[in-house]
């Protein structure tokens, strides 16, 4: 692992994620009524999150189709900068339907609003918004998603999906990287790829 010395500290365990997920599940099952239901998760760090989510809402007698975009986030050497570009484009028709975007974390806000625009534009009737985690702090766009699993402080997260240069998505818990030596946050911001 070409990364600089560092250590992983559970923050979330996997039973508390499955918790909160089937009650996540609980207020989309009753919040979204729609025949037309289309999940779009933004890969690649909601994959195990969405997983998780539509085996849950299946409880719920939902049956949406499901699809994802690829998206890029990259900081233009300020945190001010930032820019999203799409690396894979929905497939299914969204004309029409509403729109469940499900992403691993909002940080700046700038994949969200990005992904909530593009999907306005090909037409969906309605689009709600749902995160696995909520980094306050680092908000930058306006914008709130309509589900939130968890609100966490001002730190970088992997496991369950989210990566530390395409490392440790397999992890079935949340972890924090702790960096046996100090190194700037922009730095690794500046190197995610959603
Ligand atoms: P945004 O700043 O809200 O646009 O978030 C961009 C993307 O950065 C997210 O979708 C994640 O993929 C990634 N990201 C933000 N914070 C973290 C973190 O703490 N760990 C891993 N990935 C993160
Ligand atoms: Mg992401």
Redesign the pocket.
Known sequence: MNLPSHHIEEMISAGDLRSRVDDIVENIAQSIDSENLVIVG?L???FMFLADLVRSLHRHNLHPRIDFMT?Q?YGGGTASS?N?RILKDVSVDIDGADVLLV????????????AVKHIENKGAAKVFTCCL?D?PA?R??DIRADFIGFEIPD????GYG???DSHYRELPFLGQ?MHEEVIHEEV??EE???
């Open positions: 933004v690649r760090g909601s998206l986030s930032g999203v992403d691993d974390i909002l940080d700046s806000g700038r994949t969200l609003r990005f985690l980094k680092r930058v766009a730190t970088f997260v992997v989210l990566d530390y990287v690794i911001h995610e790829i959603s």
